[in-house]
């Protein structure tokens, strides 16, 4: 796991009393607060697996977790996650000890180019517990249902705010479904 450096040379927090956890690893925020959250892990930190795609909120490629929900941090300030926990694509393994999805993600041909894979398999861990939650989607087709099957359909429902430009989407979901059947297993 590769963990948040503390602020690059010549970068202070003076007056910042802000801290966050970036992949369990205490960092102080700066004191400006228009920072994004996505500049502060690239910029400041130093993490570079967050991409910047559209910068709108529209492509996914920032995808990280917050305290385990997937957000987008091209729109989110830094300031606004004080006191939380943000996961990258870097807090989630290492090149020795693969999560499951990135496995899952080699194993499907889940990319191409591999420049939205990041925010693909971030916003599929954070999918994946929706699901073993009960969260339900758009396309859920029994609200009332104790356990929801992850179909195709609803995987690429759920997956619906991260785009790839290289059109890898069938191995993404065959890479999320490899993964979904265990996480449904385990609810059960």
């Known amino acids: 796991m590769r963990v948040a450096p503390a602020l690059p040379a010549g970068q202070t927090t003076t007056g910042s009393s802000m801290s966050m956890t970036v ?8 004191d400006d607060p228009r920072v994004s959250l996505l500049d502060l892990l690239r910029d400041h930190l130093g993490l570079s697996g967050t991409k910047k795609g559209c910068d709108q909120g529209a492509c996914g490629a920032c995808t990280v977790l917050a305290d385990g929900e997937r957000i987008l941090s091209c729109l989110a300030l ?10 990258t694509i870097e807090g989630l393994g290492t090149p020795d000890a693969l999560h499951p999805l990135q ?18 398999i971030c916003s599929a861990v954070g999918m994946l517990d929706e699901l073993r939650r009960g969260v339900p989607s758009h396309v859920t087709a029994d609200l009332a249902a104790d356990r929801i099957a992850p179909t195709p359909e609803e995987l690429r429902e759920r997956m619906s705010g991260n785009l790839c430009r290289c059109g890898a989407h069938n191995g993404i979901i065959a890479a999320i479904a490899a993964i979904a059947g265990t996480v449904a297993e385990a609810a059960e």
Do not use: H, K
Request: hydrophobic letters at 30%; charged letters at 15%; one cysteine or more.
């Open 103 to 120: 496995r899952a993600f080699i194993e499907q041909d889940g990319f191409q180019c591999g420049y939205c894979t990041p925010g693909q």
């Open 23 to 30: 992949n369990g690893v205490s960092v102080s925020l700066p």
């Open 78 to 87: 830094a300031v606004q996650y004080a006191d939380r926990s943000i996961t």
